[in-house]
């Protein structure tokens, strides 16, 4: 859960059934999208490089670790167990037309797998199993709803005929 109860965006872990939080992370830069993983981690996007990147914490403490190097603007992610899949600019013009890629990376190994080539992609969500992610992808004037299958090793897109994806879930 992102709050900002002092202004300042921050991690946090709340009890639905005892209705208590507890802060993860306490950074005076940015750190939204809190994303469980297995070995009692969760995985998010923070600032603290100076742009956004992802960045992993233990639940009962410890320090923040770096999770990816290699990108730029890092700024979306998602986790299922011991993987992440992130969105990453490929150019270094902040201000021009960039391309977005979607990466996946293990926690057990220096695994790196591009999943998309052009436009950009953004929104990565696994699904609950953890064998499909959705995503949005916008590609010469088109939005399209992503889907790539990780085990059939498949890319599917349906893209719209009219108007512009903003979100996506679940």
Known sequence: LTMAPSGQPDIYLYDTVT???KRLTRYSGIDVNGQFMAENKIAFVSNRLGYPNIFSKKLNGGGVEQMVYYGRSNAACSAHNEYVVYKSR????????????????????????RLTATGVNEYP?????????LFIK????????????????KSFLFPLKIGKLQSIDW
């Open 19 to 21: 209705k208590q939080k």
């Open 90 to 113: 490929e150019s270094n013009n902040e201000f021009e037309r960039n391309t977005f890629n979607l990466h996946l990376i293990s926690t057990k190994t220096d695994f790196i797998r």
């Open 125 to 133: 969500r696994f699904s609950a199993s953890g064998d499909t992610i």
């Open 138 to 153: 916008n590609y010469q004037q088109q939005s399209s709803v992503g889907i790539i299958r990780l085990q059939e090793n």
